[in-house]
């Protein structure tokens, strides 16, 4: 039973099925939601670490590929982030009094003079749904902002965006400055224009062209 709900709860992140009101995906009307089905699993005394690994890793690790091979796009992944937050707000309070359950720490800003977010939100949600505590620190965001969160949570793993060609400049400015104030901190980069070259270039640690690949860099860091 408790494997079954597993399983539903796996489908539903993959294709974004919310709630039971929720008309997405057509298919699935009607039907129990992740938010519904992550209840069920609490009540019937899963633990929110199995809940979390066993449904919820599953099904976004399946949207994470999909999406890499242009098999689904950004408003089917979007949906199952919505899935996920459903699922996360039964289990966000129990991590809260344990955090020895989350696989490390996940730090992501857009970089200073770029104002676009989609890319972020996508790799936040996925790197959220596959274990990690994730701290978004928005959109514009300093060289200090970034250091200052690094500084207050020891071994995160810091992530840089940028969408623009004009703020690739402040993306090589901020891990400059971050470098400089501790070498030992992992910065991956990425955005539509950052190439491995570029990462290389600027003494990233990291770059990665789609969510599912930033995961698989920390799940080998943590490993």
């Known amino acids: ?30 039907m129990d939601g992740a938010d519904e089905i992550t209840k069920q699993l609490l009540d019937g005394g899963m633990s929110a ?18 999406f890499r091979e242009n098999k689904v796009f950004v408003p089917q992944v979007l949906m199952s982030a919505k899935a996920m937050d459903a699922a996360m707000a039964h289990l966000k309070p129990i991590f809260a009094e344990s955090s020895s359950s989350r696989k490390g720490t996940f ?3 857009t970089v200073e003079g770029d104002l676009h977010d989609i890319g972020k939100n996508l790799v936040a949600m996925m790197v959220e749904g596959n274990g990690y505590e994730v701290i978004d620190l928005g959109v514009d965001v300093k060289a200090e902002k ?8 020891p071994g ?35 955005g539509a224009p950052i190439t491995q070259e570029f990462c290389d270039q ?16 920390l799940n080998a860091k943590s490993a």
């Open 1 to 30: 039973m408790m494997e079954e709900l597993l399983a539903k709860l796996s489908d539903c992140i993959e294709f974004g099925k919310i709630n039971k009101v929720s008309p997405y995906p057509p298919n699935m009307k009607d």
């Open 49 to 66: 670490d199995d809940i979390l690994q066993k449904g919820l890793v599953i099904g976004m690790e399946k949207v994470g590929v999909k």
């Open 107 to 109: 730090i992501i800003g």
């Open 146 to 153: 970034f250091i200052e969160a690094a500084d207050a949570h």
């Open 156 to 190: 995160a793993v810091l992530a840089l965006s940028a969408l623009l060609t004009t703020t690739m400049e402040n993306m090589k400015q901020i891990t400059k400055a971050i470098k400089e104030h501790n070498s030992a901190i992992q910065i991956c980069i990425g």
């Open 202 to 217: 600027i003494g990233a640690d990291s770059y990665n062209p789609d969510p599912q690949g930033v995961v698989e860099f």
